[in-house]
C-alpha cells in the first residue's frame, strides 16, 4: 500500500473473497482505535455490531457478488472502545493475479450526520417563525403527518423484512442465523459477567418413521407443535430455534448444568405427555452443556451434540450432559 493511500483523509480495507481483511490504512485505523496486528487477518464481522453483521451477509456481501460494487451503503462500524461510528461505504470486487479481492472505501458520516441535524433544527425554527397564515400551518400539518406516517410505514415494513429473516417459516421459531448471532451475544455477556448460561440441542425421537407413515405434511405439524410446546415451557429470557431438521437448540441464560437437566427432564416429561393425533406417542433425545471459558461459539455446540448422542445410544427420551 502506497503512502498517499495509507495516510488518505479517508478509510481503505482489502479484504479476501471470504470477508478477511488483507490491507487497512493507518487513518481507518486511527479512526478505529485499533492497531495493524489487532485486525489483520480477522473477519470483517470483528469491526461491525450484530445487527451490521446482519447487513453484511444479507445486503452488501450478496450485492457485491451479484453486481461486483455496491454504492454508498450506510453502516455502523464498532471502535475498539465500543463506541459506534457511522460510515458510506463504497466497495468493488477485483480479480488480481487470479485472487479475488474486495477494495472498500470509508468516509466518516459522523459530522455530516451532526450537521444535517442542525439544518433540520434550524428548518423547523424557521418554519415556526415564518408559518402565519392559519391555511399555511394547516396545509404544513397535514404535510408533515402524510409524511410521518409513510415513515412509520416504512420502519414497519423494514422491521417486518428483519424478523422474516430472523424466523423459520414451518415453526415460527428464530433460525439458525439468529440462532448464531444470539449465541454470540450471550458469549460476549459471559466474558463480561462470568455468569453462566447452558446449550440444549433437543432431536425428536423416530422423525423418519413419523414422515415415513404419515406423510411430511405430518410430520411438518409435528415439528410445528413441538416448536410451540419449547417455546410454552421456557422461561423468561430463554431463548429456542430451529437448527435444522428436526433438530432444534435452546439457549438457557444464567443456568449451570444442574439447572439445564433438571429443565431438559422436564422437557423429556412435557413431550412424553402432549398429545401428537395419529402419530401417537412422541418423544425426544436431549444433550445438555455448560459454556465454560475455555468454550467457544463451535465447542459449545459440538459439546452439546456430543451429549444428545449419548441419549440417543442409551435408548432416547432422556437428557445427557457433557462432561469434559
Not at 483523509?9 to 478505529?32: A, F, Q, V
Not at 415453526?171 to 442465523?177: A, E, H, I, L, Y
Request: glycine letters at 6%; one cysteine or more; a negative charge.
Amino acid at each position: 500500500m502506497g503512502e498517499r493511500i495509507d495516510t488518505a483523509p479517508c478509510g481503505y480495507i482489502s479484504l479476501d473473497r471470504n470477508g478477511h481483511i488483507k490491507e487497512i490504512n493507518k487513518t481507518l485505523l486511527k479512526w478505529m482505535g485499533y492497531e495493524l496486528d489487532d485486525v489483520a487477518g480477522k473477519h470483517l464481522e470483528m469491526l461491525l455490531s450484530p445487527a451490521n453483521r446482519l447487513v453484511l451477509h444479507s445486503y452488501a456481501i450478496p450485492e457485491i457478488n451479484l453486481y461486483g460494487q455496491i454504492e454508498e451503503l450506510f453502516i455502523n462500524m464498532k471502535s475498539k472502545n465500543g463506541e459506534a461510528i457511522p460510515f458510506l461505504l463504497n466497495a468493488r470486487k477485483l480479480d488480481i493475479g487470479g485472487e479475488t479481492v474486495i477494495d472498500c472505501i470509508m468516509l466518516q458520516m459522523k459530522k455530516r450526520i451532526e450537521y444535517e441535524m442542525e439544518l433540520r433544527e434550524v428548518k423547523r425554527e424557521m418554519e415556526a417563525a415564518y408559518i402565519e397564515k392559519e391555511a399555511a400551518f394547516a396545509e404544513l400539518e397535514r404535510v408533515n403527518e402524510e409524511i410521518e406516517a409513510k415513515q412509520e410505514e416504512l420502519i414497519a415494513i423494514n422491521a417486518g423484512l428483519v424478523e422474516l429473516s430472523k424466523t423459520d417459516k414451518l415453526t415460527g421459531v428464530p433460525n439458525r442465523r439468529y440462532l448464531e448471532e444470539r449465541l454470540y451475544e450471550e458469549i460476549e455477556k459471559f466474558q463480561r459477567t462470568k455468569v453462566p448460561f447452558s446449550v440444549l440441542m433437543i432431536d425428536i425421537d423416530h422423525f423418519k418413521v413419523v414422515n415415513d407413515t404419515h406423510g411430511h405434511q405430518v410430520g411438518d405439524k409435528v415439528l410445528a407443535k413441538l416448536a410451540h410446546i419449547l417455546k410454552r415451557e421456557m422461561k423468561r429470557g430463554d431463548f429456542t430455534a430451529r437448527y435444522g431438521g428436526e433438530e432444534f437448540i435452546m439457549i438457557l441464560p444464567g443456568a449451570n448444568a444442574l439447572m439445564a437437566m433438571d429443565f431438559a427432564r422436564s422437557l423429556n416429561k412435557a413431550i412424553l405427555e402432549a398429545k401428537w393425533g395419529i402419530v401417537g406417542k412422541l418423544t425426544i433425545s436431549i444433550g445438555v452443556a455448560e459454556f465454560t471459558k475455555e468454550d467457544n461459539d463451535e465447542s459449545i455446540i459440538e459439546h452439546a451434540d456430543q451429549a444428545l448422542y449419548e441419549s440417543k445410544e442409551n435408548g432416547r427420551n432422556q437428557s445427557s450432559l457433557y462432561i469434559k
